[in-house]
């Protein structure tokens, strides 16, 4: 490894481009690689879950950057392996790199959803900024070493509360703040369509369906 790349800063960039950012030159390749790394790399850990392994993959973005899972995933359909895991690292990212505004989401939705999901996606209450960010860590970590359906579940629960949350939050803003509004109800859309395809995703895990 150069001396370069040693002392290399991440390169963050906001979530919302995140979905737009890589193109596939030979998109029958890219598919390619990106189910062969996530199978084989899933694969490796969940067979020998050694948990400092587990805790740099929880740690990588904020070690690394988004940029090579984008790389390798990005890419990929909502309901394959690579699609959920890229979804689960994105999610991470829009937590850790903004944990208050994800706080304020979280609280409000929990109030206004009318749901079993607060309960599916387990933060305590209150939940803070800090334990919103332990709390994506540990659904991560649940891709590795425990029942990645189960993981997969409390990620989508979380994923409608913080909906929920942008949703109502936004309605607050139309008439004073209009972009504002927008932007929260963009986001409320995008977490909603995550929240399906993840809920989508660990029902074909469960019949060893998700490639």
Not at 158 to 176: K, L
Not at 188 to 200: P, Q
């Amino acid at each position: 490894m150069s001396e370069s790349r040693d002392f290399h800063k991440p390169v963050r960039r906001p979530a919302e481009l995140f979905d737009r950012l890589f193109s596939a030159e030979d998109p029958a390749e890219v598919s390619r690689i990106a189910h062969a790394t996530a199978s084989a790399l899933l694969m490796r850990v969940r067979e020998n879950p050694d948990s400092a392994v587990v805790e740099r993959l929880v740690a990588f973005t904020d070690d690394h950057g988004i940029d090579d899972i984008a790389e390798l995933w990005s890419r990929s359909p909502a309901r394959t392996l690579p699609g959920a895991l890229w979804r689960l690292y994105l999610l991470q990212l829009m937590i850790h790199d903004d944990p208050n505004t994800a706080a304020l989401l979280y609280a409000r939705g929990r109030t206004e959803l009318m749901s079993a999901d607060d309960v599916i996606a387990g933060a305590p209450s209150p939940a803070g900024p800090d334990e919103l960010v332990a709390l994506v860590d540990t659904i991560l970590r649940g891709l590795f070493q425990g029942d990645f359906a189960v993981a997969l579940d409390r990620a989508a629960a979380f994923c409608r509360v913080q909906a929920s949350g942008a949703s109502h939050i936004a309605d607050d803003y139309e008439g004073t703040e209009p972009d504002r509004a927008s932007a929260l109800t963009t986001r409320a859309l995008r977490l909603s369509t995550y929240a399906t395809d993840l809920t989508a995703c660990a029902a074909l895990w469960r019949r060893d369906s998700l490639t």
